[in-house]
């Protein structure tokens, strides 16, 4: 509509240009500054403590909604249900499909000052985004092996994949209800990529998992094996330090627990804090994720969860914590990837492994 004076016709400019600002860089979600930012991430993945000082510093509310699955996440963002959502802290292989499928917004670099506090080695595995134009690293990580060292006395057991093939294990033992992880446990134990999609090889990886592994196995569990091996029934157990330490109390731990990631490696799993495409709070988000970098902010995150210091090796002077294991028995792992159509053949093996006599 055209209007009739001049006052109008700048007044409209004005606007439109407001509204061009506000909705830039292909067409994002118009943006809000009423001092909030809602943040979608995994449960208990973000401490109260910092969203705290987050929010006094830069007077901005945190809203913080969780998830418990990458599959969850994804399913929620694509049926239109996370339309509010600023951030999210997607795995690896769903951060590469978000960036395929055009579900994130590029990280505002000028205002990430504290992007050289990120550790070029995590940078190196994050093929997918490696200068860090969507996924600014949160955490790498990775499941390993927990042995209770009361059942074991001597500690003469073998300290690699194999020993889910050990006698004295059997009936005692568990690993993870995730065909990603103790399929690459095989693979890896076999000289394979964790990635593999080699037929023969992933024939191999299936027949170890089921003629030498599984015989041994109570269950596959990714839920309570904490619990269990907290009260002694299981006595190996595949899967995440911190579900381990979490059940066991504190002064029992050293006694009892022997965690450790296998020098052969394994897959292992980044987190990245990601701002999504229709973020109605970008300027917030990029701050809050700039925020989270600052090195004695990042440590209270790693002390949190007695993490070990990776990805922001500068963290390492604020920890008050001791790590539930060292980051260097991360080093040779490698991060479970987008596996497209590929995933079809994981799906068919892991039938065959948990439905096998």
Known sequence: ????????????????AAFLVAC????EAAQKDDGKLNIYTWTYYTPEDAVKQFEQEFGIHVTVDEYAS????????????GKGYDIVVPSQDYSSIMIKQGMLREIDQSKFTNKGNINPRVLEKATYDPTMKYCVPYYFGAAGISVNRTKVPGGDYPRDWSIFADKRFAGH?????????????ALVSLGYDVNSLDDAQLEQAKQLIVSKWKPNLVKFDAESFGKSFASGDFWLCQGYAEVIYGEVSEDKQED?????????????????????????????ANEFINFIHRPEIYAMFLDYFRFPCFVNPAAEQYMTSTPMYEADEMLNCELKLDLGE????????????????
């Not at 209007?3 to 109008?8: A, E, H, L, P």
């Not at 830039?24 to 067409?27: L, R, T």
């Not at 590929?342 to 006599?357: E, P, S, T």
């Open 1 to 16: 509509m055209r209007c009739g004076k001049i006052v109008c016709g700048l007044a409209a400019l004005s606007a439109c």
């Open 24 to 27: 830039s860089k292909g067409g």
């Open 70 to 81: 990458n599959e969850e996440m994804y399913a929620k963002l694509r049926a239109g249900g």
């Open 173 to 185: 033992a568990t690993m993870m209800d995730d065909m990603r992880e103790v399929i690459g446990d």
């Open 256 to 284: 009892m627990i022997d965690f450790f990631i296998p020098a052969e490696g394994g897959p292992a799993y980044l987190d990245s804090l990601c701002i999504l495409k229709d973020s109605q709070h970008y300027a917030a």
């Open 342 to 357: 590929g995933l079809d053949k994981y799906n068919g093996i892991w039938q065959d492994v948990r439905f096998a006599d």
